[in-house]
C-alpha cells in the first residue's frame, strides 16, 4: 500500500554508557510515536536548520567514488594451494577479526573469453561464503546482450565450508561471446562483521579454480587457480555520481520553498541506479552534554518494489567514527506537502562521551534505477533538522516554545 507521510526521526543519544547497542534489522520506515516530553523540562537547542539560508556547513559526497576493492588473493581459508580470492578482510575491530562490513558493493571481474570454438562452453568454480541471510548476497553474472544478468539467486548465509561445481557449472552458450563474467558481492546497511550484529565465518566469498571450459570436447579457455598472482581482476562499480543538492520548490520541502534532495533533476520520477550518496551535517559542539536528541524531517519517495534504502548514522567525534542508527526503506511517493508529521527514532544508549556531534543521512540504490511515478520527488529529502540538549534540571519552557511555533 502507498502511504503519505512525513517522518520527523528522533535519535535520543546517551552519551555517557560503555557500549554500542545493536540496531534494529533494516525495516519499512513507519513512525506513529508522539514527541518526548514530561512538561517540566525543555531542551536547550544546539543546533538548528530549516534549510532557508544556503548549504550553512552541510557537505555530500559519492561514496562510490572513492570506494576500494576488497577482492584479493589470501591465504585465509584458502581451498586448494596457497591462495584463493577472497571478498572480505582480516580487521580488529570486526566482531570475530574477520568478515566483511556494511554496503560493499565489490566485483572480481573474469577476463574476456572466446569461447567461438567451444560446442558446450561451461564457467565453474569452488566457492565458499557466509553472509547475512536476505540480506547480504553474492551473485555469478554474465553479460546477454551487453548488460550483466544473473546466473544464481545469490548466495546466501553459510555455504558450510568450501563448495565445488566440478565440471557442472553455469552454461554459457545462451550468453555473450566473448564471455563476460563477474562474480558481485552486496551487503546493504547494517548487520555485518562491522557493526557486530552479523558475526560470519571468514565472510563474505571466496572462490577458487574459476574455469571455462567445453563440456564435451574438454578444452580449458581460462582457468585461474589463485596462484601466481591470479588472473581475474577486482574492481567496484563505476562512480554513479552525487545527487545531493538543495532545491527550492514547494512539493518536497516541509517549511517552503528549501529543502535537500537526492535526486535526478532530468526525471523527478526516476531512483537514480548504483548510488551511495551521502549528505552530512556541519559538526555541532556537545561538549558537557550527557543525553541529547536529534530531531530531523524526511519525505521519501523509495520503491517498496526494489532493495533501495537509506542509512542514517551519527557520530560524536567529529566524524571519526560512525554509529548506524536506521536503516529503511519505503515508497511515500504522493506529492502533498509533508502530510501530518509522525514523530520516532532509535534511542541511543551506548554512546561513548563526546566532543562534535554529526549527523549522516546515506541513499543506496540497486543498478536497476526506478521510480514511483507520478510523484515528482523520486529519492529522499531531507528538511528541517535540530539537535536538543536534554542535559541537566529542569529549564524554562521557552527556547521548546519557540521551536514549536515554527510547525504551527
Known sequence: MRKNTVFVFVLAITLMAPTVSSVARMQEADYTTSVPGDGVRSPIILFFDDMENGTNGWTHTDNTATATPKFHLDTYYA????????????????????????????????????????????????????????YDFTYVQAESLGAYVNLNAGYDGSSGGWQDLGDYGFIMASYDNPVRARFHFISDGAWSDADGNYDSDGGAFH??????????????????????????????????????HQITRACPAYSDPTSWWCGDDADTSLVPPNLNNSLLSPQVSIVGSTMCTLRFLVHAEVP??????WTEEVSVDGGSGWYLTGAWWGDFGQCDGWGTAGIAGTDITAFLPGTMFQF????????????????????????????????????EMTTWGKLKALYR
Open 79 to 134: 581451498f586448494q594451494g596457497t591462495y584463493s580470492w577472497w571478498c572480505g578482510e582480516l580487521n580488529a575491530a570486526f566482531a570475530s577479526g574477520d568478515g566483511y562490513g556494511n554496503s560493499w558493493d565489490q566485483l572480481l571481474v573474469i577476463p574476456d573469453v572466446d569461447v567461438t570454438a567451444a560446442y558446450y562452453p561451461v564457467l565453474t568454480f569452488a566457492y565458499r561464503y557466509d553472509s547475512e541471510p536476505g
Open 304 to 309: 517498496t518494489v526494489d532493495n533501495d534504502y
Open 207 to 244: 572462490v577458487d579454480n574459476v574455469k571455462v571450459f567445453d563440456f564435451y570436447g574438454g578444452a580449458v579457455y581460462f582457468y585461474d587457480d589463485c596462484e601466481g598472482g591470479g588472473l581475474c581482476t577486482p574492481a567496484v562499480p563505476a562512480s554513479a555520481g552525487d545527487y545531493w
Open 360 to 395: 549522516r543521512l546515506t541513499f543506496h540504490t540497486t543498478d536497476n534505477g526506478c521510480g514511483p511515478g507520478a510523484a515528482g520527488g523520486a529519492g529522499i529529502m531531507l528538511d528541517d533538522i535540530w539537535l536538543e540538549d536534554w542535559t541537566g534540571s529542569a529549564v
